[in-house]
C-alpha cells in the first residue's frame, strides 16, 4: 500500500519498452531457495578446471595494497603483448569489462536513430539487447540449419545497416562458418559494413578450417574480432574481454570506449594467460571432447535429440517445458540454462563439466524424464 | 518457417481524447457531450455512444455527489483500442473515504439495500465492462464499450483442407484473420471458442490494435492449417489462445510449430509466465504445465470447462508467497506439484489496528457473466462488504464470480479466511502474475 513512483515519462520510448535481464542469485540464496545442500553450475559455459596454473599464482600473489590504485586505463601491457603475438599493433586491440562491454562500445561508435544491425535470431541475446536498449533495430535472421545464413544476412542489409554480428562458433547451437564462409562473406559486404565476429568460444575449435580472423583483419579492415578470458582461460569472474580490428575501426570505437574499466587482478592475470604455454587449454580440450562423448552417448541411449557442436556445451532438446526442467533439476544442485529465451523452447543447454557433475545431471535429468 | 515481425501488423495509432475537469456536476453536460463526440469519432456506433454516455452520467453523478472534494480534478480519457473504446476517469485517491469505490456504494441513501441508488453499478449496465483500479496514488475507473461487428456466417470444412507437411509459420494479413475465423468455428465446438472468433472485423481489430498477435501456418499455395494468438495479461503474463488445427494431416506438427513460434516471440519480452488454455488434448503437455480446470457458467447458463497450462519464460528466481494457517497446506501442496520454489510466511493477525472499511476493485464482464474482484483496500468490513457484493452479483445475474488474491501482498492474503468462510475456494494459481503468485478463488455454485 506504498505510494509508488514512476519516472517512466523520463524515460526514451525504446528503454520503456525493454525489459532488464535478471541475473541468477548467489549460489548460497539458490541453494536455500531450491533446497539442495550442493549446486553444480552447469549454466554458464564456465570452466571447470578453472584458470591456467600461471594465472592462479598470479590471483593468489595479488598484494592487497595494489586495490588502491588504479589499474592501467587502457590496458597497456595486454595490448602489446596480443599486438607481439598476432603481429599487429596495441592501438589495433581494445579491453572492456567482459566482451559484453565492448559489444556496447562498437554498437555506440557506429549506430545512431534509424540504423540497424543483422544478427541472428537464435544467437547470443546481447547483441540484440545492447541495440534495441539504444534505440537501434536489431534485424534478426532465422538460422539455417542451425548456422547463421551468411546469404539471409546479405540480403537483410539496407542502407542504414551498420554491423553485421556473427557469433563463431555460435552459442548456444556451436555451429561455425569455416575460414572459406567467413571470408566469402566478407567479399560480399565489401567494406560497407562493420562485420563483428565474436569468437568467445574460438579456444575450444580444434577444426584446421575453422578462421584465423585476426590474421584476416589485415585484409579485411571493416572486421572486428571479439574474445573473451571468461571461457576458456576461465576468467569470468574477473570480467575481461577485448577486441581486434583495423586501426581504422578500432580509431572509432575507442572513442565510445569507456577507459579504467578492467581492473589490476583481471589485467595481471589475463597477462599470466596470454604467457601461458598452452598445456592447460589442452587440458580443458580433452576434458571437454571426453564429457561430450560420455553424455551424447547417453542421450542417444534416452533418444533424446541434441546438439553438439563446438564449444564446451550441448543443447538438448526435452521433451518438457524447459523451465520446468530446470526448476527439478536445480531441486537436486543442477544448474542448467533454459533456452527459452534464446528462442529454443523446451531446449537446455548444458555446459561440459568434472565427472561428478555430469553424472549428477544424467541422474537428475533421467529422474525428470521418467 | 520464418516468422515475420509482429509489429508490421499493428497499423491502427494510438488515438484518444482528453479533458480535465473540477469533481463539480455543474461540469456534467461539457463531459456527456465530449464523451459522446468522442465515441463517435473514434470508432463507436450512435447507440453504442449513447450507452457510454450514459455510463459517464452515472459515474460522474456518483464522483461529483459529494465523494470527490470539489477541489480535486478528474482527468476523462477515451481510447480507441481498435476493437473497444476505453474512457478512464483518473483522480488522486486522497482526502475523501475510500468506501465510496466499493460497486455497492450508496450515497444519499441510508438503505444499504437500495440497488437502484448504486451509481456504479448503474453505470456498469450500460458497457461492456467496468474496471476500478489504483495505481499508486491514484485510481481510477475505467468504462468500455466495445464497438459492433457482424456476426460471420458459418463456414463448413473447406472442400480442400489443408494437407502436408510443407507450411510455414507467419503472421496472417487481415484477409487472413477473417478466413480464420469461421475455419476455426467449423472444426472447434463453439463454447470452447473466445467469443471474437463470431466477429472476423473484431478479430481482425484486435490484431491491428497491437493488443493481440497472431501467428497462422500457411502452406505454398496460402492454405491456413492453424493458428494460434496471444495478448498480455499483465506485464508479466502473456496468454496464448490456441493452437488451433484446421484438419488431420500433420495436426502435431503443426501445434507443435504455432507453439514454438509463439513462444520464442514471447522469449525475449518482459513476460516470465505463459498461460495457455488449449481446446483440445495434443502435445501441448510437451510445452506447459497444467495448473487445473475451472468451470464457468456462459450467460446463456451452459457449463463451460476451461483447462489452464502455463510455462515459465524465464529461470524460475523464486519468490515469497504469504499464507493465513488454513491456506498453508493448500499453497505448499500446489507449489509442490507445480516444483515452484517459494518461501511461504505466515500471514497473522497481531491485533494491529487497520481501516473501518475495505474497497473491493471490480471488473465486470457482463457478456461472459463474469465478475473479477481485487482488494484495493482492506478494512474491517471485510466481510459485510464481500457479503454485499455478492448479494449485488447475484441480483446483477452474474453468474462467474471470481476473486484474485495476490498471495505476494501480506495484506491480499490476510482476506483468504474471509473468502473460504463464503463460499470461495482456491481453483487455480497463477504463478508470477502479480506482485507475487495469484490465486483465483471462485464462488461455488456459480449458477445464480
Not at chain 1, 310 to 330: K, T
Not at chain 1, 331 to 350: A, C, E, K, L, S
Not at chain 1, 352 to 363: K, R, S, V, Y
Not at chain 2, 41 to 59: F, N, P, Q, S
Request: with cysteine.
Amino acid at each position: 500500500m506504498s505510494r509508488s513512483v514512476s519516472f517512466q515519462h523520463l524515460a526514451p520510448e525504446y528503454v520503456q519498452r525493454f525489459e532488464a535481464y535478471v541475473p541468477s542469485k548467489p549460489d548460497d540464496e539458490l541453494k536455500k531457495l531450491f533446497g539442495c545442500s550442493h549446486l553444480f553450475r552447469l549454466n554458464n559455459n564456465e570452466n571447470p578446471l578453472g584458470p591456467c596454473p600461471s594465472a592462479v599464482q598470479v590471483i593468489r600473489d595479488f598484494v592487497p595494497s595494489q586495490a588502491s590504485v588504479y589499474p592501467s586505463g587502457d590496458c597497456w601491457h595486454l595490448r602489446q603483448k596480443l599486438a607481439e603475438q598476432h603481429g599487429m599493433e596495441p592501438d589495433q586491440f581494445l579491453f572492456g569489462n567482459g566482451a559484453n562491454e565492448v559489444i556496447a562500445f562498437v554498437i555506440k561508435a557506429f549506430c545512431q536513430k534509424g540504423d540497424n544491425i543483422i544478427t541472428a535470431d537464435k544467437t547470443f541475446a546481447v547483441y540484440e539487447w545492447v541495440a534495441e536498449f539504444s534505440g537501434i533495430e536489431a534485424r534478426r535472421v532465422p538460422l539455417k540449419d542451425y548456422g547463421f545464413d551468411d546469404d539471409e544476412m546479405i540480403r537483410s542489409i539496407d542502407d542504414r545497416t551498420k554491423i553485421l554480428f556473427v557469433c563463431n562458433p555460435n552459442n548456444p547451437t556451436g555451429t561455425y562458418w569455416d575460414a572459406g564462409t567467413l571470408r566469402g562473406f566478407l567479399n560480399r559486404v565489401n567494406g560497407r559494413q562493420i562485420v563483428v565476429v565474436d569468437e568467445a568460444y574460438c579456444e575450444y575449435v580444434e577444426n584446421p578450417d575453422f578462421p584465423d580472423s585476426m590474421a584476416m583483419i589485415t585484409e579485411y579492415p571493416n572486421l572486428v574480432v571479439f574474445r573473451t578470458f571468461s571461457k576458456m582461460h576461465a576468467l569470468a569472474g574477473l570480467r575481461i574481454g577485448y577486441l581486434a580490428g583495423s586501426r581504422e575501426a578500432v580509431d572509432i570505437i575507442r572513442r565510445t570506449c569507456v577507459v579504467y574499466s578492467v581492473n589490476t587482478l583481471a589485467q595481471a592475470a589475463a597477462f599470466a594467460v596470454l604467457n601461458d604455454n598452452g598445456e592447460h587449454v589442452q587440458h580443458t580440450r580433452n576434458l571437454v571432447r571426453r564429457q561430450k562423448q560420455v553424455l551424447t552417448e547417453y542421450l542417444v541411449g534416452q533418444g533424446l535429440p541434441f546438439l553438439s557442436g563446438e564449444g564446451n556445451f550441448v543443447m538438448i532438446r526435452l521433451p518438457m517445458s524447459d523451465s520446468l526442467a530446470y526448476r527439478r533439476l536445480m531441486m537436486q544442485g543442477v544448474m542448467i540454462r533454459t533456452m527459452t529465451g534464446f528462442r529454443f523452447p523446451n531446449w537446455i543447454r548444458v555446459t561440459m563439466a568434472l565427472p561428478d557433475a555430469m553424472d549428477a545431471f544424467m541422474t537428475g535429468l533421467e529422474s525428470i524424464l521418467t | 518457417m520464418p516468422v515475420n515481425k509482429l509489429s508490421e501488423i499493428a497499423s491502427i495509432p494510438l488515438q484518444q481524447t482528453a479533458i480535465r475537469i473540477p469533481a463539480d456536476d455543474r461540469f456534467l453536460p461539457v463531459v456527456m457531450a465530449f464523451v459522446e463526440q468522442s465515441s463517435l469519432v473514434l470508432g463507436l456506433k450512435k447507440t453504442e455512444a449513447l450507452r457510454m454516455t450514459l455510463a459517464t452520467e452515472e459515474l460522474l453523478l456518483h464522483l461529483c455527489g459529494g465523494i470527490i472534494p470539489c477541489e480535486h480534478q478528474i482527468r476523462i480519457r477515451c481510447i480507441n483500442k481498435g476493437y473497444f473504446i476505453q474512457t478512464d476517469f483518473s483522480f488522486p485517491g486522497t482526502g475523501f473515504n475510500m468506501q465510496a469505490f466499493n460497486l455497492t456504494a450508496t450515497p444519499g441513501t441510508q438503505d444499504p439495500s437500495d440497488f437502484d441508488d448504486m451509481r456504479l453499478i448503474l453505470a456498469s449496465r450500460s458497457v461492456d465492462r467496468l474496471k476500478i483500479r489504483r495505481n499508486g496514488n491514484q485510481l481510477r475507473i475505467s468504462l468500455i464499450k466495445e464497438k459492433k461487428y457482424p456476426r460471420a456466417s458459418e463456414l463448413a470444412k473447406p472442400l480442400f483442407p489443408f494437407a502436408g507437411n510443407d507450411f510455414a509459420i507467419r503472421c496472417p494479413s487481415a484477409d487472413e484473420l477473417k478466413f480464420m475465423a469461421p475455419l476455426t468455428r467449423a472444426f472447434y465446438p463453439e463454447l470452447s471458442l473466445p467469443v471474437f472468433f463470431q466477429y472476423p472485423g473484431m478479430l481482425v481489430d484486435m490484431m491491428q490494435s497491437g493488443e493481440y498477435h497472431a501467428l497462422i501456418a500457411a502452406g505454398p499455395a496460402g492454405e491456413i492449417g492453424g493458428g494460434m494468438l496471444w495478448h498480455s495479461l499483465s506485464d508479466r503474463t502473456i496468454e496464448a489462445i490456441g493452437p488451433y488445427v484446421f484438419g488431420d494431416s500433420g495436426s502435431d506438427r503443426i501445434a507443435g510449430s504455432l507453439i514454438e513460434a509463439c513462444i520464442s516471440e514471447a522469449g525475449r519480452t518482459s513476460a516470465i509466465a505463459m498461460i495457455c488454455h488449449p481446446p483440445a488434448t495434443g502435445q501441448y503437455h510437451e510445452y506447459f504445465e497444467f495448473l487445473g480446470d475451472m468451470d464457468q457458467c456462459s450467460a446463456g447458463g451452459a457449463l463451460i470447462r476451461q483447462s489452464s497450462w502455463f510455462r515459465l519464460m524465464h529461470e524460475d528466481m523464486g519468490s515469497v508467497a504469504w499464507a493465513p494457517a488454513e491456506f498453508e497446506a493448500y499453497l505448499r501442496q500446489t507449489y509442490s506439484r507445480l516444483f515452484l520454489p517459494r518461501e511461504i510466511r505466515m500471514v497473522t493477525d497481531d491485533g494491529e489496528a487497520q481501516p473501518a472499511h475495505s474497497v473491493l476493485s471490480t471488473q465486470i464482464d457482463r457478456p461472459g457473466s463474469r465478475v473479477d474482484l481485487d482488494i484495493l483496500w482492506p478494512g474491517a468490513d471485510m466481510e459485510d462488504n464481500l457479503q454485499r457484493h455478492l448479494q449485488l452479483f447475484r441480483k446483477e445475474g452474474l453468474r462467474n464470480v471470481v476473486f484474485e488474491i495476490d498471495v505476494g501482498s501480506a495484506w491480499k492474503s490476510a482476506a483468504i479466511p474471509c473468502l473460504l468462510r463464503n463460499g470461495f475456494q482456491p481453483v487455480q494459481i497463477l504463478p508470477y502474475a502479480g506482485e507475487g503468485d495469484i490465486i483465483l478463488f471462485q464462488s461455488f455454485p456459480c449458477t445464480p
